[in-house]
C-alpha cells in the first residue's frame, strides 16, 4: 500500500457559507469552485478550500440523517474525518485488512476504515483518478 498524501480533511459546520468565509478571513483560503455543491445521497453540502497540496472540505448536513448530520447533532463543529490519497484503494484495503483493520468495501473509489482500527479517527481512503 503506498500512502500519497492526506488529499483532505472534513470539517463539519453548522452553515458552510460561514465556515468558508470565517477561513477566507482569518486565514485568506479561497474555496475552489470547480468542487463541492449539494450532495443529496449523502445529506451534505461542501465546499472545498485548498490548502497546499490537500483540501479542507466544510460538510455542512441538510438534515439529521446520515454520519454528518449525526455527527453535528452529537459533537456539534469540529473535524469530522481524514482523508488519505491511496495509489490503489483495492490494494490499500487488502494490505490493511491483512493487518487486521477492520475496512469497508471501496465504493467509486473511496473506502472507510473503522474508528476502531484508527485509534478514534474517522479516516477515509481515496483513489483518484
Do not use: Y
Request: aromatic content about 6%.
Amino acid at each position: 500500500m503506498k500512502l500519497k498524501k492526506i488529499d483532505h480533511v472534513g470539517i463539519v459546520v453548522k452553515s458552510l457559507a460561514e465556515g468558508v468565509a470565517t477561513f477566507e478571513k482569518n486565514f485568506g483560503f479561497q474555496p475552489d469552485p470547480s468542487k463541492g455543491g449539494e450532495v443529496p445521497a449523502l445529506g451534505i453540502r461542501n465546499a472545498f478550500v485548498p490548502v497546499g497540496e490537500s483540501d479542507l472540505e466544510f460538510i455542512e448536513p441538510l438534515g439529521a440523517e446520515g454520519p454528518v448530520g449525526r455527527f453535528a447533532a452529537e459533537r456539534g463543529e469540529g473535524i469530522f474525518m481524514l482523508s488519505l490519497a491511496v495509489d490503489d484503494i483495492e490494494a490499500a484495503v487488502s494490505h490493511l485488512r491483512g493487518l487486521g483493520a477492520r475496512v469497508g468495501d471501496p465504493n467509486n473509489g473511496i473506502a472507510f476504515v473503522s474508528m476502531k482500527s484508527t485509534h478514534g479517527v474517522n479516516l477515509q481512503l481515496v483513489q483518484r483518478s
